[in-house]
T-cell receptor, first 114, second 111 residues
Framework: NAGVTQTPKFQVLKTGQSMTLQCAQDMNHNSMYWYRQDPGMGLRLIYYSASEGTTDKGEVPNGYNVSRLNKREFSLRLESAAPSQTSVYFC?????????????FGPGTRLTVT | RKEVEQDPGPFNVPEGATVAFNCTYSNSASQSFFWYRQDCRKEPKLLMSVYSSGNEDGRFTAQLNRASQYISLLIRDSKLSDSATYLCAVSSWNAGNMLTFGGGTRLMVKP
């Protein structure tokens, strides 16, 4: 099993450009999450999907959109990138059953917006 | 006040030392607790869950103190390879299955 995979690993964007970060998991998990991690700020939840067909905002959703394409895939879109969105983005998944909270993370995408 | 707080460190310890970290949480409805390890420029990886009765895995011991609302991680006989950032994470019954993470404690084990 590959676990949680993310593409791309690195990306440089110019202000105003758009892009989609891809995430997939092969653990049959119900829930998926997008975090950003900045120095001194820890992991902050952007959006999450508790189950296929549902998405909800997290702590820092502004400037982002998500799509839960199917049970395996959860994408994060930046419509108009800003320098404040320079960060490391992690996708995670959890929940093979009720009360299963342990989250498993992908390798991350390092995004720089100039 | 942050919902989950950790001393950012760094904790600098010699090889073979015992080191302990605490993580405090503010939500009394918290029900599940975890320690994650994050190496530099890598993703967080689950180290261990923290049960009410405590949890031990080799040199690592995790404890929960519900009365004082903190969890702890004890590392015995520190190895150079233990150098990393340790994140605590907490879930609450009133927050679905989301985790709230602390900012992490950095550990550096020196020869």
């Amino acid at each position: 099993n590959a676990g949680v995979t993310q593409t791309p690993k690195f990306q440089v964007l110019k202000t105003g450009q758009s892009m989609t970060l891809q995430c997939a998991q092969d653990m049959n998990h119900n829930s998926m999450y997008w975090y950003r991690q900045d120095p001194g700020m820890g992991l902050r939840l952007i959006y999450y999907s508790a189950s296929e067909g549902t998405t909800d905002k997290g702590e820092v959703p502004n400037g982002y959109n998500v799509s839960r394409l199917n049970k395996r895939e959860f994408s994060l879109r930046l419509e108009s990138a800003a320098p404040s969105q320079t960060s490391v983005y992690f996708c995670a998944s959890s929940g093979r059953g009720a009360g299963d909270y342990e989250q498993y993370f992908g390798p991350g995408t390092r995004l720089t917006v100039t | 006040r942050k919902e989950v707080e950790q001393d950012p460190g760094p904790f600098n310890v010699p090889e073979g030392a015992t080191v302990a970290f605490n993580c405090t949480y503010s939500n009394s409805a918290s029900q599940s607790f975890f320690w994650y390890r994050q190496d530099c420029r890598k993703e967080p990886k689950l180290l261990m869950s923290v049960y009410s009765s405590g949890n031990e895995d080799g040199r690592f011991t995790a404890q929960l103190n519900r009365a004082s609302q903190y969890i702890s991680l004890l590392i015995r006989d520190s190895k150079l390879s233990d150098s990393a950032t340790y994140l605590c994470a907490v879930s609450s019954w009133n927050a679905g299955n989301m985790l709230t993470f602390g900012g992490g404690t950095r550990l550096m084990v020196k020869p």
